[in-house]
């Protein structure tokens, strides 16, 4: 029930193409879902997050779309660059309750020129 | 400002050496966690802080120990290093449970 399922492991996608990220949840306590960039040798850096109070959030060219009837969010990279390639993560978690975020496995998004 | 600083970078220990991983945050955030991220894995929790003083486990904390005596610090403590705790190990610190999390640059961490 912990668990955050994120697809697909690897994704390539041309210059100026959409790419499209989607992670599952189970818990239904879990109400922040912040979505997490990595480049390599560097830590994760958070890139947008959503509450479970809005269907859609959009900052620049990157959107998250929740469904929480579907326990589903997914995130949308529109225009995608050769310097989005990174590592994307989404994770989350129960702010009433404990401070135990939980990751999802991670996707290696590869944009090509 | 130097955000989450961890050292050190690299580690090279053998089966049975125990060590400490630093961490460091200069924003004055009261929650602290680490991580362990192994391949295909993500991220996994180790253990968190909410404040000095108060410390829980996460989701792989066998293995580890961890204290909080200043906000700004929060070591990570092998007692006894093992092969299976060969990762690459992130702190991460934020003002609060709904607040973005920022992480170090991360220790590379290898047990022979």
């Known amino acids: 029930q912990q668990q955050v399922k994120q697809s697909p492991q690897s994704l390539i996608v041309q210059k100026g193409g959409i790419s499209i990220i989607n992670c599952a949840y189970e818990?239904?306590?879990?109400?922040?879902f912040p979505w997490y960039q990595q480049f390599p040798g560097k830590g994760p850096a958070l890139l947008i997050a959503i509450r479970p109070d809005v269907s859609e959030k959009k900052e620049g060219r990157f959107t998250i779309s929740f469904n929480k009837s579907a326990k589903q969010f997914s995130l949308h990279i529109m225009d995608s660059q050769p310097g989005d390639s990174a590592t994307y993560f989404c994770?989350?978690?129960?702010?009433?309750?404990?401070?135990?975020?939980?990751f999802g496995t991670g996707t290696r998004l590869k944009v090509l020129a | 400002n130097a955000g989450v600083t961890q050292t050190p970078k690299f580690q090279v220990l053998k089966t049975g050496q125990s060590m400490t991983l630093q961490c460091a945050q200069d924003m004055n955030h009261e929650y602290m966690s680490w991580y362990r991220q192994d391949p295909g894995m993500g991220l996994r929790l180790i253990h968190y802080?909410?404040?000095?003083?108060?410390?829980d486990q996460g989701e792989v904390p066998n293995g580890y120990n961890v204290s909080r005596s200043t906000t700004e610090d929060f070591p990570l403590r092998l007692l006894s290093a093992a092969p299976s705790q060969t990762s690459v190990y992130f702190c991460?610190?934020?003002?609060?449970?709904?607040?973005?999390?920022?992480f170090g640059d991360g220790t590379r961490l290898s047990i022979l």
């Open positions: 994770a989350a978690n129960s702010t009433s309750g404990t401070y135990k975020y939980i």
């Open positions: 802080s909410v404040g000095a003083g108060i410390t």
């Open positions: 818990n239904t306590a879990f109400d922040y």
């Open positions: 991460a610190s934020s003002w609060g449970a709904r607040q973005p999390q920022h």
